[in-house]
């Protein structure tokens, strides 16, 4: 009888849950078929080689308390709220059927008298009148025991906000990375008004017993799994690292203009893996011995705002008389970096 094993997540932390998703992968006995349900509080999920600064709108994701979470994965930006659910299937891979995955998904759907249809290798859809609509897209992993299908459902997640985080501010950013594709998507609960994560989490379970023809082992994770199980605190701590979220991208250039009290300010930062190799003041500004203290202050240091401000405040701190003038460049660098 196929061994069945099912996990909870009681946590909304995404960095938990995408280290949760990496420990099933990597860790766990590949010769049982095993089910995740998973969701994340407000969260910007970027792929493995994207650009956080070109992807996401960090200012607004700072205003508005969203997470930023990098996957170990490819593809591009998605938000995550507490309207999507996330699945997680893993398999052995001889016996691994992407069908199989999506057949307990739309099974365990029909008991909210909701009807889906496969397109492509990715997506799911709903149709509608005026054309089928994505409500789940899907992703793919393998490795030579075993087989990881990975994706979300789009039950009452807020989609007007999709385009607040993952439309970037007017920043003059030229950055070796792709934006990501954005598609024409519905919730699920435009055709089943009551449904819910809580909700379909029985019929989920259900449906993948079903499937199997045997019952599931369930457990749920929380915060305190971290230190019960060592190698999930291990992929936990790497998935939740500054160096991971920030310092893990490729070389890009960072434009950024404004006129400020000192004068007119042009300033262009070149990063590379979440450091700045180099950058230049181009201005009007009547102190350029001080310019040149910044510049050398930090250059080779992370970008991150948190950096540029206590730099910065020991340039400003030994120049008092223009104590007003450079702490108002300090914050608009600040909020243009934003993290």
Request: include cysteine.
């Amino acid at each position: 009888m196929q061994k069945l094993k099912v996990f909870l997540s009681d946590s909304l932390n995404p960095h938990l849950n995408l280290a949760t998703e990496e420990w099933i992968f990597h860790n766990l006995d590949p010769s049982q078929q095993i089910l995740f349900l998973w969701r994340n509080e407000e969260t910007v999920v970027i792929g493995r080689n994207q650009n956080p600064w070109s992807e996401c709108n960090l200012a607004k994701m700072k205003e508005d308390k969203v997470h930023l979470a990098r996957r170990t994965t490819g593809g591009g930006a998605v938000f995550h709220d507490l309207g999507n659910t996330n699945f997680t299937f893993l398999s052995p891979k001889e016996s691994y059927k992407r069908e199989n995955n999506v057949q307990v998904i739309f099974n365990a759907l029909k008991n909210f008298g909701i009807q889906g249809e496969a397109s492509g290798r990715n997506d799911l859809l709903i149709p509608f009148e005026d054309g089928p609509r994505k409500f789940s897209g899907s992703a793919y992993r393998e490795k030579k025991d075993r087989a990881f299908h990975h994706g979300t459902l789009l039950m009452h997640t807020d989609l007007t906000r999709l385009g607040n985080y993952l439309t970037p501010n007017p920043k003059k950013l030229q950055a070796k990375g792709k934006e990501s594709v954005r598609a024409r998507v519905a919730n699920l609960n435009e055709v089943s008004a009551s449904i819910n994560h809580d909700l379909l989490v029985g019929p989920m379970i259900k449906a993948f017993e079903d499937f199997y023809g045997a019952k599931a082992e369930i457990e749920s994770l929380t915060m305190k799994s971290l230190q019960q199980i060592p190698e999930l605190k291990s992929q936990y701590d790497q998935l939740s690292s500054w160096e991971w979220l920030y310092g893990n991208t490729l070389e890009f250039n960072h434009k950024m203009d404004d006129y400020l009290s000192l004068g007119f300010f042009d300033v262009h930062f070149k990063v590379e893996d979440g450091q700045i190799k180099d950058l230049k003041f181009y201005t009007d500004c009547l102190y350029p011995g001080v310019i040149d203290e910044l510049t050398e202050a930090l250059r080779n240091k992370p970008y991150k705002g948190e950096t540029v401000r206590t730099e910065m405040s020991a340039v400003i701190n030994a120049h008092p008389d223009l104590n007003a003038g450079l702490s108002e460049l300090r914050d608009w660098l600040c909020k243009n970096i934003e993290i």
